[in-house]
């Protein structure tokens, strides 16, 4: 349920430090009611419900209808599967489709973006903000997921300016809000290039080279067709033609079938002699990717990986 926006002419929520949910929350609202005034408070009058504004992450109700989105009352709400919300999932679930329309996604793909951005990225946070995820499993990369680099934006100990917890809210606002609208137009991305992506696998046919007219994300398409029997994925770059290999999973960097060892690291003359083709120009030392200067050059090195992929699998057998 969206409010009205003429109607809202505040979005409140709680003074004091900050948390990555209310944050996020705020991109959301000041997106869509851009003309609103933001209001830190936990003084009643500003926590009581009114149809003049929305109050999120304060005030221990939950009541869109009422404008209302706080998740700190016992018993929180929670989600259809059990697990608890935040202030940023609550927000998400009631304004998130309008969001992503004042953004220009389109229509066709507001329910696919809403979803897969809530549970890659708003449910999370929700968790985080609840204690119901460590970051710690994030290991050494802990300290670095979204909501802990967040908090780092609040003052330190000893800043005791009275507006010292506004003025740096004010700050991250802009921050926090570059993080959402870059996954989201990642997102609504994948879709565009999902399209190109199954049209250039209908037209491949059984043939183990995809050919894109542009880099593009393809793993999920090509997961999504059935497409095992692709290898490498070739597509123009600036100046270029890249050779790709295709990753066996997300969680592991395998895959189908890696470029010949005997390029591994080599550019220019040295890679036009280990390879045979006069257009190669670099191979990765990780075996993953390679530039040829033109599409032919990219095809033939595509297709000399092929065959060089056949015959380990064949002396392995």
Known sequence: MTLPKAAIRYLVTHSGGFHADELLSSVVLTRLYPEAERVRSRE????????????????????????????????????????????????????????????????SDIEAVHAGFDRDF???????????????????????????????????????????????????????????????????????AATIVHDAIALAGAARVLELPMGMPFRAAILEAGADHLWFVVHPRDTDWAITGIRKSDDSFALRADLPAAWAGLSDQDLQQASGVPGARFCHAGRFIAVASDRDSALRMAALAIEAADQLAAEAI
């Open 122 to 192: 708003v449910l999370p946070v929700d968790l985080m903000d609840n204690g119901a995820l460590d970051p710690g499993v994030a290991g050494p990369l802990g300290g670095l997921t979204l909501p802990v680099l967040l908090e780092t934006l609040k003052p330190v100990f000893d800043n005791r300016s009275p507006q010292a917890d506004d003025d740096a809210f004010t700050a991250a606002l802009p921050i926090a809000r570059a993080f959402v609208e870059a996954a989201i137009a990642g997102k609504a991305a994948k879709l565009r």
């Open 44 to 107: 009643a009058r500003w926590i009581t419900p009114a149809p003049d504004r929305i109050i999120y992450d304060v005030g221990r109700q939950f009541d869109p209808a009422a404008g209302i989105f706080d998740h700190h009352q016992v018993p929180g709400p929670l989600r259809a599967d059990g697990q608890p919300y935040s202030s940023f999932g609550l927000i998400w679930a009631s304004y998130g489709r309008d969001y992503l329309r004042a953004l220009a996604v389109p229509e």
